[in-house]
């Protein structure tokens, strides 16, 4: 189960993920993510992954699109995924 909050901040979008981002919540992500982007620049939406438990290849994959479009990811917690952050915003 992954939920997706998306809000507002003075510099853009924030998109916050809770739980696993895995299976079908990674195409859930991906639709997202498109619809986001139709209406506001990449560049502008941070991804906050702090709540974020688990990541499939699927999920890696989204998430390095989202960055290569110019999304800003942050996690501070979960070794895990600070080190995934780190793999994909370091390419």
Do not use: N, Y
């Amino acid at each position: 189960m992954l939920r997706i909050t998306h809000g507002t901040r003075r510099e853009g979008a924030t998109l916050v993920l809770e739980g696993r981002l895995t299976g079908p919540w990674v195409e859930e992500l991906a639709r997202c993510w498109k619809a986001l982007t139709a209406t506001r620049d990449a560049r502008s939406v941070h991804v906050d992954l702090d709540g974020v438990t688990f990541i499939d290849a699927g999920g890696r994959a989204v998430l390095r699109t989202m960055h290569e479009q110019g999304a800003t990811l942050g996690a501070c917690s979960g070794c895990m995924t600070r080190a995934i952050v780190e793999e994909i915003t370091q390419r």
